[in-house]
């Protein structure tokens, strides 16, 4: 199983961004999915993460109203769109799976990690 993450980039804070992320491989094994940040200096946290139907949806406070994720099964992709971006959202985004087909906030409940794609707020 591979997962390819993109659509990083730099935006002014206000701004929007879409992520994807694309399932490859044996793709039966990726059910629910996550996106994870990591800030310099700071730890990995959760963002978001959407169960294998995309009917349930989590997002962490500080995203919450800002952004939201879905995915195309078909297309075995899982988006995230981030809107009125701040400074502080500035991180290496991941994408992430896992076999259950519930969501989870925990990153060790994922099997799988894309590679990360950096998104710069400035001000």
């Known amino acids: 199983v591979q997962l390819q993450a993109s659509g990083g980039g730099m935006v002014q804070a206000g701004g929007s961004r879409r992520l994807s992320c694309t399932v490859s491989?044996?793709?039966?094994?990726?059910?629910?999915m996550g996106w994870f940040r990591q800030a310099p200096g700071k730890e990995r946290e959760v963002v978001a993460s959407?169960?294998?139907?995309?009917?349930?949806?989590y997002y962490a406070d500080s995203v919450k109203d800002r952004f939201s994720i879905s995915r195309d099964n078909v297309k075995n992709t899982v988006y995230l769109q981030m809107n009125s971006l701040k400074p502080e959202d500035t991180a290496v985004y991941y994408c992430?799976?896992?076999?259950?087909?519930?969501?989870?906030?925990?990153?060790?409940?994922?099997?799988?990690w894309g590679q990360g794609t950096q998104v710069t707020v400035s001000s």
């Open positions: 491989g044996r793709t039966f094994g990726v059910a629910a």
């Open positions: 992430a799976g896992r076999g259950s087909i519930y969501y989870s906030t925990k990153e060790t409940d994922y099997d799988y």
């Open positions: 959407i169960s294998r139907s995309g009917g349930i949806a």
